[in-house]
C-alpha cells in the first residue's frame, strides 16, 4: 500500500499532501486512481450448467463494480424458452441481483436442433432449481429478448457488449427486425464452434451453432470483428470438484455454496457419462471462457480469421470454418481463440467465484 502511495506521487497522480490521510483501511483516493468505468454488459444465455458457471463469474464482477450488467436475454438451447428464463431469474435471485431485467427467448425457426437435458438436467440446472429461490420476474409478460436488444443498444450505441453463450436465435432475430443493429453493440463475445477438433453434438459440430446455423451465420456476417471462443479452447476448461470444493470453502454451507458443489456433482456425472474429459472427473465450462476473454485476456490467444458456417448440409450442419491454406483469403470477419492458459484461466475463475459466494447467505 505505501508503495503504491509513493509510485503514485513519484507519477504526479497524487500530491504529497494528500497522502497523509491515507492509511491501511483508507485508500478509497488511491483505488480511485485505478478505477474504470464498470464494463456494460448483455448476457445472452441458455442455462445450462455450464452457462451458470459463466454467469456467477459475471455476477461476481458486478458485485465487485466492474460490469454494469444491463440485462439477460434467455435464448432456447440446452432447454426450452420458459426454463432458460426462469434459469435466468432464479440464479439472479440466488446471487442477490433479481433487480437485472431478463427478456424471455425468441420463438425457434421448426428446423433448430433438439436441447441438451441429457447433458444438463431436464430443468437445465442439475435438477436443483427446486431447491432455489422463487423468482418473481413472469415468463407471459417479460420482454422479447430481441425487442430487449434493440431498445438497449439504440439505447447507448457503442458502449454495451454482448456476450453470446447459447444459440444465437435471440441475436439474428434482432438484426432481422433492424438490420445494422448489432453493429451497435460495443463487441460481440460468441462461445461457439469447433475449427481443428470435432464436435459435441455431431462429429463436425459444436452445439450452439447446430441448433441455429442460419441464426449463427447472421451474426457473423453483421460485423466483422466477431471473437469466437470454440470448442478447441473450451475442451481444455475442466472444472473439477476440488475446485468446486476450494471455491466455497469460505463459506460452504451458504445456499450459493451448497448450488455451486451439487451443480458441480451433476454436470460430472454427465460428462463422464458422455466422456467429453477423456475419464477425467470434471467437466467443461465452455461458456466461462467468454469471461475470461473480456476481464483476463491475457489468458486466450486469437487470430483474425473469415469464419463461415454450415446452414445446409445433411451431416455437416452447424459445422464451422476458417482457411487455412496459404493462399489470399477474403477479408475477415471474426477473431477466433485458439489457445488458452489454463492454470491462469482457473485461477481468476476461482477468485473472483470465492469473492461472490464469501458473505452470502
Ligand atoms: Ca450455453
Excluded at 438490420?179 to 463436425?204: D, H, S, W
Excluded at 487470430?303 to 450442419?317: F, I, N, P, S, Y
Aim: net charge negative; hydrophobic share 40%.
Amino acid at each position: 500500500m505505501e508503495a503504491a502511495i509513493a509510485t503514485a506521487v513519484q507519477n504526479g497522480q497524487l500530491k504529497p499532501s494528500e497522502t497523509s490521510e491515507m492509511t491501511e483501511t483508507s485508500n478509497s483516493k488511491l483505488e480511485m486512481l485505478y478505477m474504470t468505468e464498470p464494463t456494460k454488459i448483455i448476457l445472452d444465455t441458455d442455462p445450462g450448467g455450464d452457462d451458470i458457471f459463466a454467469f456467477l463469474w459475471l455476477l461476481s464482477l458486478v458485485k465487485q463494480k466492474l460490469v454494469d450488467l444491463v440485462a439477460i436475454t434467455a435464448t432456447e438451447g440446452n432447454v426450452t424458452a420458459r426454463k432458460t428464463f426462469a434459469n435466468s431469474c432464479q440464479v439472479l435471485q440466488l446471487a442477490g441481483f433479481s433487480n437485472i431485467p431478463v427478456g424471455r427467448a425468441v420463438s425457434l425457426p421448426s428446423d433448430s436442433g433438439e436441447g441438451a437435458e441429457h447433458i444438463h438436467g431436464e430443468d437445465g440446472m442439475g435438477n436443483l432449481s427446486q431447491t432455489l429461490p422463487p423468482s418473481d420476474q413472469d415468463f407471459d409478460t417479460a420482454q422479447p429478448a430481441d425487442d430487449l436488444l434493440i431498445e438497449r443498444l439504440n439505447a447507448d450505441p457503442g458502449n454495451i457488449t454482448l456476450i453470446a453463450i447459447g444459440p444465437l436465435t435471440n441475436l439474428a432475430a434482432a438484426e432481422a427486425k433492424q438490420p445494422g443493429i448489432l453493429q451497435k453493440a460495443k463487441e460481440i463475445v460468441v462461445m461457439g464452434g469447433a475449427f481443428q477438433c470435432r464436435g459435441n453434438i455431431t462429429p463436425v459440430a459444436e452445439f450452439n451453432i447446430w441448433f441455429n446455423p442460419k441464426a449463427a451465420q447472421t451474426v457473423f456476417d453483421s460485423r466483422d470483428d466477431i471473437v469466437v471462443l470454440p470448442l478447441d479452447v473450451t475442451r481444455q476448461l475442466v472444472f473439477t470438484p476440488t475446485m468446486a470444493g476450494a471455491v466455497t470453502q469460505q463459506n460452504p454451507s451458504s445456499q450459493l455454496a451448497q448450488f455451486v458443489v451439487k451443480l458441480c456433482q451433476f454436470m460430472v456425472g454427465t460428462t463422464l457419462k458422455y466422456r467429453e474429459t477423456a475419464g477425467v472427473p470434471g467437466f467443461l465450462v465452455h461458456d466461462a471462457v467468454t469471461i475470461g476473454y473480456l476481464f483476463y485476456s491475457e489468458t486466450l490467444m486469437l487470430r483474425r480469421a473469415k469464419v463461415q458456417v454450415e446452414a445446409l448440409g445433411d451431416c455437416t450442419r452447424g459445422q464451422t470454418l476458417i482457411d487455412e491454406r496459404h493462399k489470399a483469403k477474403p477479408a475477415a470477419n471474426a477473431w477466433v481463440a485458439l489457445q488458452v492458459d489454463v492454470p491462469n484461466f482457473f485461477t481468476n475463475f476461482a477468485e473472483d467465484l470465492k469473492y461472490l459466494i464469501h458473505g452470502t447467505v
